[in-house]
C-alpha cells in the first residue's frame, strides 16, 4: 500500500523544502513528466561539460559562481571515466540553481564569430572570382562601396587576369584578395 505525501511527513517538517517558495517544484508540478525533467537534467550536464572544454579565459568571462567553477575545475583533473561522470552530474546539479540562458547566449556568440568571419572571407573570394569572370562586375562593386578606389581595382583585376593566362604565380591575385578584404570589411 502506497501512502501519500501527507502521512509519511512528521508534524513539524515542511510541506516544501524549495529556497524560494515563489519558484514552482518541477516535482510538485503533475504537468512536467519525469521524462521531461530527465531531459532538462541532462541539458544541463551537457552544457556543463561543454564548460570543461572552454579555454580558461573564456570561462573566466562567464563569470559563473564560485561553487561552480571549482565543480569545473575539479572535473578538468579526473582522468577516470567513473569519477568524471559523477563530477559531471555534480556540475549538472550546481547548474540547477542558475539561470542557462546567459551562458547559452555567450557560448553561441563565441560559435558564431567564426562562423560570421568565414562568411565574410567567402563573400571576398566570391567578389575576386566574379572580378576575374565578369567584366560589369566592378562597376557593380563601385556601385555598392563608395569609397572603392576604381583605377587601382581595374589595375589589380587586369593584372590578376595576366597573371592567371600565363600560369605566373598570383602576386597580383593575392593582392586583389587583400584589397577587397580591406574594402569589404570597412563597408560592411
Not at 572544454?53 to 578538468?76: C, F, Q, S, V, Y
Not at 571515466?81 to 547548474?95: T, V, Y
Not at 567564426?114 to 565578369?134: F, S, Y
Request: glycine fraction near 2%; charge should be positive.
Amino acid at each position: 500500500m502506497q501512502r501519500s505525501d501527507e502521512t509519511t511527513r512528521r508534524p513539524g517538517q515542511e510541506a516544501s523544502r524549495r529556497a524560494d517558495p515563489s519558484e514552482p517544484d518541477d516535482k510538485a508540478d503533475p504537468t512536467v513528466s519525469k521524462t521531461r525533467r530527465k531531459h532538462a537534467m541532462l541539458a544541463l550536464q551537457d552544457l556543463g561539460e561543454t564548460l570543461t572544454e572552454l579555454r580558461p579565459d573564456r570561462l573566466a568571462a562567464l563569470a559563473l559562481p564560485e561553487r561552480l567553477a571549482e565543480a569545473i575545475a575539479t572535473a578538468r583533473k579526473l582522468t577516470r571515466h567513473e569519477a568524471r561522470r559523477r563530477q559531471m552530474q555534480f556540475i549538472g546539479r550546481l547548474m540547477r540553481d542558475i539561470d542557462p540562458a546567459p551562458i547559452e547566449a555567450q557560448l553561441a556568440h563565441w560559435a558564431a564569430a567564426p562562423n560570421a568571419e568565414k562568411a565574410r572571407i567567402a563573400d571576398v573570394e566570391r567578389w575576386r572570382a566574379r572580378l576575374l569572370e565578369q567584366p560589369d562586375a566592378l562597376d557593380e562593386l563601385c556601385s555598392r562601396s563608395p569609397r572603392a578606389d576604381r583605377p587601382r581595382l581595374a589595375a589589380l583585376v587586369a593584372r590578376a587576369a595576366e597573371e592567371r593566362s600565363r600560369g605566373s604565380s598570383p602576386h597580383a591575385y593575392r593582392e586583389l584578395f587583400r584589397e577587397l578584404n580591406s574594402l569589404l570589411s570597412t563597408s560592411a
